[in-house]
């Protein structure tokens, strides 16, 4: 979400990393200076609000004056968290587990926002989407078996479930999308892989044809 120079990269391309692991970090020592000034400061507001407080007690200062204080002293709780918040984003973390890709920064680069740092892809499970004309609507459920095969391993057959129907039509086409899942424990399909998928139907007929994503 925002840019910065690399300086520190955790993984290795091709790697299998956690949920929350560490990818890559950008470089925060200014913010992190910034955030120690303004964390300086908070403390000496927090004083002096402390303060306002005892000697309106006291009926020594104002309303207005206690107000004012607390208002510095929540205006630099802001200001640290703002800060907080900048440094939280230059650190970035695996969204998900899964296996990276190949890196697309180097150590010292820098990296305008919204570049592809790594491509991260969750093998287990896999989704299956393929088009279906409507005469076949009206035989599709959620949960009948499917069966997956690619020319990537052209004596394997790998076994699914439907488990999601487009609730519309494609207007061109007048086709529905399903999507079947497969638990790809094995990890050998791969996002992007085009694949031929049969619908077990309840008259035991087999449609479609599908391309396997992540």
Known sequence: EVPGTVSEIAFDSGAVVNEGDLLVKFDTSSEEAQLRAIEAQVELWRLNFARAQQLYTNNAVSKSELDTAEASLK???ANADVIRATIAKKIIRAP?????GIRQVNLGEYVEKARPIVSLQSLTPVYAETMLPQQVIGSLATGLKIQLTTDAFPDQVFGGTLTAINPDFDSSSRSVR????LPNTEQLLRPGMFARIEILLPAEQKIGRASCRE
């Open 96 to 100: 998900f587990t899964g296996r990276t």
């Open 178 to 181: 399903v999507q079947a899942t």
């Open 75 to 77: 205006q630099g709780l």
